[in-house]
C-alpha cells in the first residue's frame, strides 16, 4: 500500500531560529495539508468537497472518520485558537514575544504539533485515478 507522510524539518529549523511567525505559518499549512490528504487519499474526498474548510472542519472530519486520535485533539485545538491569535491577530505575536513563559509554552506546542504532523502517515489503496486527481490539484486557486 502507497504511503505518505511529511517532515517537519523546515518548520522546526524556523522555531530553533526564533522566527516564530514563519514556524506558525510552516506549522500550519503542513497540518492542514496532512490532515486533507488523509481525507483526500484515505477517504476519497474531493478537493471540491473540501475547498473551503477550515483547520476546524479539517480536524473534526478526520476525528469523525478514526483517521486521528482522540487523544490529540486537545493538542490541535489548542494549537489552532493560538494559530488563529498570531494568524489573524499579528499584534498578539508580539505580546508573545515580550513574555518568556508564553515563548516556551508557544515552542513546546509547536514542536508538539510537528510531532503529530511527523507521526501522522497517510495509508491508502493506490490507483492511477487517485493519482492524477492529486497530480491535477490546483492549489494555487
Known amino acids: 500500500m502507497p504511503m505518505r507522510w511529511y517532515t517537519t524539518d523546515p518548520a522546526r529549523k524556523h522555531i530553533e531560529s526564533g522566527d516564530y511567525m514563519s514556524a506558525f505559518v510552516r506549522v500550519s499549512a503542513d497540518l492542514e495539508q496532512i490532515l486533507f490528504e488523509k481525507l483526500f487519499f484515505e477517504k476519497r474526498f474531493t478537493e471540491e468537497q473540501m475547498k473551503n474548510w477550515t483547520l476546524n472542519k479539517l480536524v473534526k472530519q478526520n476525528l469523525d472518520f478514526g483517521l486521528?486520535?482522540?487523544?490529540?485533539?486537545?493538542?490541535?485545538?489548542?494549537?489552532?485558537?493560538?494559530?488563529?491569535?498570531?494568524?489573524?491577530?499579528?499584534v498578539f505575536l508580539l505580546r508573545v514575544l515580550q513574555n518568556k513563559e508564553e515563548i516556551e509554552h508557544s515552542k513546546k506546542l509547536l514542536y508538539s504539533v510537528c510531532d503529530f504532523i511527523d507521526r501522522t502517515k497517510i495509508t491508502y489503496k493506490g490507483d492511477m485515478e487517485l493519482e492524477k486527481a492529486y497530480g491535477s490539484l490546483d492549489r494555487c486557486k
Open 68 to 90: 486521528i486520535d482522540k487523544k490529540d485533539i486537545p493538542l490541535l485545538n489548542e494549537f489552532r485558537e493560538l494559530r488563529n491569535k498570531v494568524i489573524h491577530r499579528r
